[in-house]
């Protein structure tokens, strides 16, 4: 028998210390989409649209409920145009106090607390870079759009993104003339059922497109088979469940369920955290005055789980006459 000696003093090293693991990744990722998420296929349909939609219009929204990879998406397509380079792109996420001091000029705090100076907001500073490296691409990730005041935040500058504005220069309130450059792309996410979207809608309507992101059965499939999940009774009662809420979110919109809220899920314990922790509240407020429709939800969850995943059971026997015999 070999005897096994260990070397003092030996560093183990996990994948984040190689920088090829989740940390790495969430900073790679800029927050904005799902750090531990496959990465977006170069043959992917979605990439090829979305870049033709950019070449053609200078900005894309992608629109659609939580849950169905809006971020993960806006990502994934910053880092194809960008080739991964963070110099060239720019993440942010619009809230209730964004201003156009954020967006694009305006005095800020020393870092010393001696005072305030003028400063360049995070769109500004994109685009003064785009200018001087005119045969790159630049990007801006805009995510929940619908959260701040549109024209407030954008100010001019909502004239002059669109496509056939672009190059023409326009005034800044610090004095300064400025132009935003072909080579400037804007992608960004929104929830339809935010209260800002009309005005986003009436904002953007003609200046980008837009691209709706509803939930997905075959996408949640491929998740599931990605993640190993056991392919049997839970696995497709689960997808019946789906397909069921997302009909009902027709007439109720806010029950739309996307399908990255299972990402993560890799069997039947995994699967129920996902109802105890996220869905169930989600159900009881899209159904609160509708307990009828609430209580078809709940309890065609419960009857997800309500067998063993079993697919040993015996064929169902086919109907008298329905098949001829065979001579």
């Known amino acids: 028998m070999t005897d096994v000696s260990l070397v003092q003093g030996l560093r183990e090293l996990n994948a984040d210390d190689l920088d090829i693991g989740y940390v790495a990744r969430a900073q790679a990722s800029h927050g904005s989409s799902a750090p531990d998420a496959p990465l977006l296929q170069s043959d992917d349909p979605r990439l090829e649209t979305i870049l033709r939609l950019l070449r053609r219009f200078g900005g894309v929204i992608l629109s659609g409920p939580p849950g169905t990879s809006k971020s993960w998406l806006a990502g994934q397509i910053a880092d194809k145009i ?98 935003i450059p072909l080579n400037v792309f804007l992608i960004a996410t929104m929830n339809p059922l935010d209260r800002g979207v009309d005005d986003v809608d009436a904002a953007f309507e003609r200046r980008f497109a837009k691209v709706d992101m509803p939930p997905s059965r075959e996408l949640l499939e491929r998740m599931l088979d990605d993640n190993g999940f056991p392919d049997g009774n839970i696995h497709r009662r689960l997808l019946g469940w789906f397909s069921k809420i997302n009909a009902r979110a027709a007439q109720t919109p806010a029950a739309a369920v996307g399908h990255a809220y299972f990402a993560d899920v890799t069997d039947a314990e995994t699967l129920q955290e996902v109802w105890d922790y996220q869905l169930k ?41 329905s098949k001829a015999e065979a001579p």
């Open 82 to 179: 960008t080739g991964g380079d963070g110099n060239r792109r720019a993440d942010i996420q619009f809230h209730a106090s964004y201003q156009f001091e954020d967006f694009m000029e305006g005095y800020r705090p020393k870092k010393d607390g001696s005072g305030f100076e003028p400063r360049d907001g995070v769109f500004l500073q994109l685009v003064r870079k785009a200018h001087e490296n005119a045969d790159d691409a630049y990007v801006l990730v805009v995510d929940e759009l619908s959260r701040a005041d549109v024209g407030r935040v954008f100010g001019e500058a909502l004239t002059y993104i669109e496509r056939n504005k672009r190059g023409q220069r326009f005034n800044l309130p610090s004095g300064d003339t400025i132009s």
């Open 281 to 321: 509240y989600l159900v009881d407020r899209a159904f609160k005055y509708d307990p009828e429709t609430r209580a078809e939800m709940v309890n065609g969850w419960a009857a997800i789980f309500e067998s063993p995943d079993d697919e040993s059971q015996p064929p169902v026997a086919e109907e008298a006459g």
